[in-house]
């Protein structure tokens, strides 16, 4: 696997040690340590660049399974080191990333695949190929500063006066859609705690200080609340790649009572959260963590010395009780996501 680099163990100690836990700021952090790697280390060819980031990110893969945005961060940059090897100047690579590749058919992209496909050797230097690959990190790091401000801007478009909304927890994300929406719409806001870490309080308390009618309600009273829900509103740790969801635990209950009352389930999710990965049976231990069951059920209590309690930190939701997700750059359906991965990353990089 090679070794780890210091940059790689600090991010590893930081996460564990919970300095780290928005998943913006342990993608900012991504992006810095790649690009350290890119500028640092004593490369010749795209092939041991490739190599090198390959070997970090499945270290830090290992560590924390569950934190896939570094992952996605890797397999973005070798997606652009393969385009730009390919295209030998940065001007024809731009195409692959700016808006006019909605515009591709899929016989096009197909066939543009196939083409990078039949060129394997990676192994002849290239001149100007460590600037350019710096300029790309430099768009990411702009598109990644924007993206929650470009997401939250279409909070009109989906919040109505007088509506009634239902969130979960605390996301940044969902914070500033919420008051985005608020300059133009009035709208109440119901907030499920998410026990027991309870940081639905911190969310409410955000939104009560942007002169947002908000109210908390304890994850117990969700089905009886969601009769009355106009949207669900939810933020997410990753989208898997068909579509479902790594969520905060509570979402999967959230999205169960919103089916029976056939109210819609909005996703919010920044592009850097998509990941090519698939939920399987056999690993439901990497894909969840579980956190301090002392908020559960007291450690001194009886039903502790007679029963094992768990607090799992993350719910799997399948994408058939999603309605839309909004990212960066726009709205989709769930069915859509393999075509925003195939735009994001090579299929050769989907396994690290």
Not at 82 to 91: F, I, K, L, P, Q
Request: aromatic share 8%; net charge negative.
């Amino acid at each position: 696997m090679g070794e780890p680099a210091e940059a790689v163990l600090n991010l590893i100690h930081e996460i564990k040690l919970g300095k780290l836990s928005a998943s913006y700021e342990i993608t900012v952090k991504s992006i810095a340590l790649f690009k350290e790697i890119i500028q640092g280390s004593d490369w010749k060819t795209a092939e041991d660049l490739m190599v090198s980031i390959r070997q970090q990110a499945r270290i830090f893969q290992s560590a924390l399974p569950q934190e896939s945005v570094t992952a996605n961060v890797a397999r973005r940059i070798l997606r652009i080191i393969r385009d730009e090897y390919h295209s030998g100047n940065t001007a024809t690579v731009q195409h692959q990333y700016d808006d006019s590749q909605g515009s591709l058919s899929l016989h096009k992209l197909v066939t543009q695949t196939s083409e990078h496909d039949s060129i394997r050797d990676y192994s002849k230097p290239q001149q100007g190929l460590k600037s350019a690959l710096l300029d790309h990190l430099q768009e990411i790091e702009v598109e990644l500063e924007t993206s929650t401000d470009n997401l939250s801007a279409q909070a009109p478009e989906h919040i109505h006066s007088q509506e009634l909304i239902l969130t979960l927890g605390h996301s940044r994300t969902v914070d500033l859609f919420l008051k985005n929406a608020a300059k133009e719409r009035k709208f109440e806001v119901v907030v499920a705690e998410c026990a027991p870490s309870c940081r639905g309080h911190q969310l409410a308390t955000s939104l009560a200080k942007a002169k947002i009618e908000t109210t908390v309600i304890p994850d117990s009273a969700i089905f009886a609340m969601m009769s009355r829900v106009n949207k669900v509103i939810i933020g997410t740790h990753a989208v898997l790649a068909n579509g479902g969801l790594r969520a905060a635990a509570g979402a999967y209950t959230i999205a169960l009572a919103a089916k029976h009352y056939s109210v819609p389930v909005i996703v919010l999710v920044p592009m850097f959260k998509l990941s090519p990965v698939h939920l399987c049976s056999y690993e439901q231990d990497a894909f969840n963590l579980v956190g301090n069951s002392e908020g559960v059920i007291p450690y001194n209590s009886t039903a502790a010395r007679f029963s094992k309690a768990y607090s799992p930190v993350f719910d799997y939701v399948p994408p058939e009780l999603v309605t839309l997700f909004i990212s960066n750059a726009g709205g989709n359906a769930p069915s859509y996501v393999y075509r925003l991965l195939s735009e994001l990353y090579h299929p050769d990089d989907y396994i690290l």
